[in-house]
């Protein structure tokens, strides 16, 4: 096994653990994995990319091996782990000296009796969790030994203490050698431990697609759909975001390609250029993830005009303030003479928005992210040199975009150790005078658990810049945000004078030592910064760096370069370990939870237990009720106070903004002018560094944030989990771990629970953060609100004595509305809404929780057998988080198969072949040559390999023997074949060219499975046989092919029973009227095709709408029509289709007249033969035309996208109708969930769209006609 852990630890270390399994099978040992040629790897790794991949690393590898200095260098790396697997394999267990991670000492482990063999098929993450000295080796002493933590013992392995080899020991300085050797014993521990978690990870994600697949093969339950659920919230993560600011030329960029080790990764060193727009970098995470990529999201041409109609007018007047005029020229006129060059000169704003000048760039007239992919870093940096750098000193002119650049995202390959949860951000200073990239900028530094502040160290101390950037954004990142630390890197520390080089070393170490106290005391006067957070030892830190010398090693080592300190800060931040825990955390309680559902009923335990929870649930939720509300009584008292002083000094507060001291009243005309313009807030001009926001809605604010902002500190540090609510929270228990002695056989139920309290308080922490940024920034936002009204007359004003009057409105309207007291209303209700968000979820999450564990009935509907997987589960999970054995399950006798096993014929005879059951859900293709007006439509379902593929549309199955095409299509039933019995089911005409279907599933509608009235027609040339099925599941009837024609569901006889039913809605004009409209609604059995009626029903609108219910055949059923005045229903009952006729006919119309305005009805189906109960209802929208230009879905969507983009407010409505219709993945949405601006989802969407094609354009299209009918009517509307 160690000679295969040499490979597998090779795959790990060149990122491609998704050979190993691979690699196993075809038994690749050291020797076999240095012998590998061409001709072995073309078989060996099908796939082109990884396969280049292997092949550079291989030979880079074998290169390395070949020079004469190899063992030294392999020994200084691997010598640690190496020696442990070699004395693993030699003894069938761990001796000699361990290396603790976090302690570094030293752990002696001593056999008590002699092992016995490993068996040969033992995995090999068995063996890294005893070579690390898990926790699993001290759980059963009388197997692995006893573990000894006093170093003074010695050892009585018979192995001698393993030693690592450092290279370089100084011989003259002991203590320093010593410090070394624990270092990179630490350093090798930590190596170990990373590639142990990352395989524990990759092997849990094996197991739970395995564990999805069985599930996504059940019908759907309240159980079922719960455990859906939380395996896909498993992936879910939210990204730390370190904020970097700096003033132009203090090194961000080359700071950051230093920490990364990408030296050409951001553009970055010519003098006369700086980065101009912000830029994200993270980790490539994608398929591709070799590749450096960069995606570019550009303003809207909307934005655009609206910048360059800021910039004419800015030109037309004086502002009053001298100071910075020049500055804000030159700021205007770089953006212009950067994009259009010579052209831009004295240009009108028509001449500048013309089309002919963004040629180059489509993707900005499209509002569509423009993306490189390269295979280097300084490939990529010299394609985005344009759209991150403005270039002041060119001599020649070369268009640059960065005017036009929103932001850019940067992802990097390799870098997972430091960027795989974590985000570098480099940020202007103070924002942008554009709308959406300020938006964008406070997004950011809101989202910012850690700031950066990069100076140049000569100026460190002294230039204001840096100071006013942290000044001016505190309140952002700090009460408003979620910063947990502030560092300032001083850089170019080796930036020294001449006649200091002789001794350079101590020179730059004296001046680093001497800046950072400097610092630190600066710091510590600034008060009004402060406040702001609560001082723990660690929140300021101050770095000293050199970036060239850290890559020339002229004066300092690499360590005094202080680049490997902050790679450690954000190895921290990133914390792989804890995400990998919390994965496999989530995982056990799911697995746990399946187990415990298939157990025994256990009612009386069951009830027992369920009380003791249900009553402790309700104890912690009082306790933390009582903190909410002690909460709520000290901000009253704040902000009530914070009321009565904010209308005494109303006046003065907003005189400092609208009448400052040392303003000319002429010149201060348009500043007043452009705070009532935007909301009371003005974005000067000129450059980033020296722009200072005027806010008048903070200085109204300013008085009650002053007395709040002490006690808010308290209530809602940034740091940690600390503060009453947070630790409320934090020690919120239900206390499982005591019921494990009293009630071990719930012991399995009772894991899952607590796993489930665990995620839900860290989803509740996060709640907590997100909801107090809102809650602090209500103050300033009810404010504007309250003046709203006042801006927009206040802005309407011209002519003589404007400027008086302005200020005259303003004063009166906020002595007149009482602004100061709703706004302490606005944060109360804040507070209160806070605590009912806290207080629901505990109570609503775990009671579903408890209900589905102990109060679920025992049901056949779960996955097959799940015992080995569990079993595998709770031993990685026990030895990830050091804890010992909690329960012992042994697996039940009724072991299920996990894969499907058939014959098939072939040219050599009978063959078995196995594919796993897991269904693949697949969109079919729409034959267009055999699909017609006339002719229904025909299907094809690509199917790529061996196993379970379902057509989304028709709800068929198909099981295949290998890698086919099955074309198929609903066709008519002959009832002269029927005889007595009668249709279940459409009749489909299914046909493969490659043979390669074995089995069939057909959808059936019966509501229960276990009826075997149910049979399946098989029609071949004008014969029909019955076949018997295989097994009938809660959704398909199973049969076995021998060839394929006609199939489909038949019964004996009629059966009144009731069966699983649709009701699909339909809406058309009515003649040529466009208020008239016709509502078809149908009553059809679930297994009916949607997409077949949707053929049937030309020039009408498919409404999606909640169809499923429950009907009876034959059984009379009434409609009834809502919230409208002017409609009547024909007929006044009618009865469910269920004799699969080709025709569906409207089981009811409903004739409308919307000259009311009416936007939506409410439609309810009633029961005539149960008192008119109902049975179905939906709120449905009428106020958009169904037809509008006879543009497709597809046609009408690319035609308006620019526009849609702009317009669409019901986004996530729009999305949620998509997410249902499985159009969308569940990624797209929570990405949907996270943006800040309906333009921002609209262009996430745009991507969508684009990527899939007419079938969820088109289901797209039918979603904005439900939520946004105006829109889609004006739109077509304005395109004739």
Known sequence: MASFDFVRDKLTEWNLSDLIQRFEEEEIDEEGFL????????????????????????????????????????QETTSLSTSIEDSESSSGNVTGEMVNQESCQKAVIKPRNQPSKQAETEKSLDKCFCTLGGSASTTDTSEVGETLQDQSEPSTSKKPPLHVKISGKRKSDEAHANKQTKKRQCDAASRITEIFETEIKTEVKKIMQRVKSKLDDLPSTKLIDFLRGKIETLEKDKKEIVGVFGKTGAGKSFLINTILGETKLLPSGNQGACTSVMIQVEANMTDSDSKYIAEIEFMTEEEWKEDLWSIFRGRSYEDGNDQDQDDDDDDEDEKISSLY??????????????????????????????????????????????????????????????????????????????????????????GDCNKSRDEMWKSFVGNCSAVWIVSDIARATSEKESWEILDSTVSLFGPGGECRSISFICTKTDDIEENQKADARTCILRRNETTKRQMRDKFNKQKEIKKHFNEENDFLKVFTVSSKEYEKGNHLQQVETEIPKLQEFLRNLNDRRTKTSDYVSGAYGILSLIEGAKSSDMTDNKE?????????????????????????????????????????????????VITPRGKKASGYHQVVKSLCKNGGVHKPKGKRERRREINLNESLASCMRSLIDEQFKTYFPNEGKHGPIGEQIDTFTLDTNSLFRKHPEM??????????????????????????????????????????????????????????????????????????????????????????????????????????????????????????????????????????SIVQFTPRLDLHTKSTTFESQSGNGRKRVQVSTGVTMLNPEIVKDLTTHNHKPTYRLQCPKAGLFQCRSTGLVFLMERKGDVVYKVTQWDSSLLGSRIPAGPLFSIDCPE?????????????????????????????????????????????????????????????????????????????????????????????????????????????????????????????????????SIQPKSGQLDYDYSPNFHPTFQVFLDCMSGVENIRLSLLDRGSNDQRVWESLVPIGAEPELNQLSGEEFVDKHMADLIQRVKMVLHVADDLLVEEMIPDELYSRLLMAGTRQEQMRLMSDALQAGGTRVKSAFYKALLNHEPRLVQDLAAASH
């Open 35 to 74: 012998c590998l040629e061409e001709t072995d790897l073309i078989n060996l790794i099908p796939k082109t990319g990884p396969r280049s991949r292997f092949r550079k690393k291989h030979n880079t590898f074998l290169k390395i091996r070949q020079q004469p200095n190899y063992d030294k260098h392999s």
């Open 341 to 430: 060059g010579k052209d831009g000169r004295g240009a009108t704003l028509e001449e500048l928005t013309d089309r002919k000048h963004f040629r180059e760039i489509p993707e900005f007239r499209l509002s569509v992210k423009k993306i490189f992919v390269c295979d280097t870093a300084e490939e990529l940096s010299e394609k985005i040199t344009c759209y991150t750098r403005s270039d002041t000193q060119s001599d020649t002119f070369k268009r640059q975009y960065w005017p036009l650049v929103k932001c850019i995202t940067i992802k990097v390959p390799n870098s997972k150790d430091l960027l795989e949860h974590v985000v570098l951000v480099d940020l202007p200073g103070n």
């Open 995 to 1127: 043979q390669s279907v074995c089995e069939l599933h057909l959808p059936h509608c019966m509501c229960d499975e276990k009826e075997d009235n149910l049979s399946v027609a098989h029609v071949t040339d004008g014969n029909m046989e019955i076949v018997q099925p295989l097994k009938t599941t809660p959704t398909h009837v199973i049969v076995n092919i021998t060839h394929l024609s006609l199939f489909g569901l038949i019964r004996n006889g009629f059966s009144f029973l009731p069966v699983r039913s649709q009701v699909l809605l339909f809406l058309r004009p009515q003649g040529n009227r466009p208020q008239k409209r016709i509502l078809n609604v149908i009553l059809l059995p679930k297994n009916v095709p949607r997409c077949e009626v949707e053929h049937q029903q030309n020039g009408t609108t498919f409404i999606i709408s909640n169809s499923n219910c429950t009907l009876t055949p034959r059984g009379k059923y009434g409609l009834c029509c809502e919230l409208v005045a002017n409609s």
């Open 747 to 884: 012991s399995l139920h009772l894991i899952f629970l607590k796993t489930e309290q665990t995620e839900l308080k860290a989803k509740l922490i996060f709640d907590l953060r997100e909801k107090k940024k809102k809650i602090y920034s209500t103050l300033t936002e009810s404010i504007k609100d309250s003046m709203h009204r006042c801006y927009i007359r206040s802005s309407e004003l011209t002519g003589k004595d404007s400027l008086k009057r302005m200020k005259n409105e303003l004063h009166h309207h906020m002595k007149n509305n009482n602004i100061f007291q709703k706004a302490k209303e606005d944060m109360l209700s804040g507070l209160i809404n806070l605590k009912d968000h806290i207080m629901m979820q505990l109570k609503c999450k775990l009671q579903e929780s408890m209900d589905l564990s102990l109060k679920t009935p025992n049901s056949s509907f779960l996955p097959d057998d799940v015992t080995v997987e569990y079993n595998k589960m709770k031993m990685y999970y026990e030895k990830l988080m050091g804890c010992s």
């Open 608 to 656: 027992e237990v369920c009380q003791v929870l249900e009553q402790r649930l309700k104890d912690e939720i009082k306790s933390i009720g009582r903190t909410m509300d002690e909460a709520y009584e000290t901000f009253e008292r704040c902000l009530s106070e914070g009321v009565r002083q904010s209308e005494a000094s109303c006046e003065i507060l907003m005189n400092k």
